[in-house]
């Protein structure tokens, strides 16, 4: 019986690797920019170091900076930690905001990363209707006040952000990135191949422009 159950397992393993291949593959190439010619996170550090800015002022500096640093929205990159999505420019809340929380830590600031299952957020046009989705974002402290700061958005400030969490806001721990990408996962995967057979882009929620929110 243990023979068996093993046997199965294996087989699960090769035909999700095998499913999850083509996923890989097609996934877009980087787009790349350079804010400031910063390319990853230690060049981001200097950069804000050499701001001469302190306090929420710096904060909000380098919560621009890796706002313009990513060109595009991606969870097709899962299997990217937030240095190497800070590189390509590319990801989502849990890379970018993540990379954000890594540069702030650097800078001094006391940061704890955040996540709530649902959160909605407002639209940024008049007309255009508000959107859920979960989220993780950064809790900064500084001076005996705590703010709440994401990079989502250019007109984000500590403190000021479009978004309300409509569930618990929990700590991110070690195995929150695992948990939140194996529930993209297959998704991911059914759109991708979905996308691949029938010749149609796939959905805005996978891929699409940074700050293209239309």
Not at 29 to 34: C, E, G, H, R, T
Not at 77 to 105: C, D, P, T
Not at 140 to 155: I, W
Request: glycine residues 10%; aromatic residues 12%; proline residues 5%.
């Amino acid at each position: 019986m243990k023979s068996k159950g093993a046997c199965w397992l294996a087989g699960l393993v090769v035909a999700s690797a095998l499913g999850f291949a083509p996923v890989v593959a097609r996934a877009p190439k980087p787009a790349m920019n350079l804010p400031r010619d910063v390319r990853d996170l230690h060049e981001a550090l200097a950069d804000c170091l050499e701001s001469r800015l302190d306090g929420w002022e710096l904060v909000d500096y380098t919560t621009r900076l890796v706002n313009d640093k990513f060109t595009r929205y991606s969870i097709w990159h899962l299997w990217e930690n937030s240095g190497q999505a800070f590189k390509n420019s590319r990801g989502f809340s849990e890379q970018y905001n993540l990379a954000l929380a890594r540069i702030l830590s650097g800078l001094g600031f006391n940061v704890q990363a955040v996540h709530a299952g649902h959160v909605r957020f407002d639209p940024e046009r008049p007309g255009t209707s508000t959107w859920r989705n979960g989220h993780t974002w950064v809790r900064v402290s500084y001076q005996g006040d705590t703010r709440d700061v994401c990079a989502s958005r250019a007109g984000h400030r500590a403190g000021r952000v479009s978004f309300t969490a409509l569930s618990d806001v929990r700590p991110v721990r070690i195995w929150t990135g695992a948990v939140i990408r194996l529930g993209f996962a297959g998704p991911l995967c059914f759109e991708v191949w979905k996308s691949w057979l029938s010749g149609h882009p796939v959905p805005r929620w996978v891929f699409r422009g940074f700050h293209d929110r239309g």
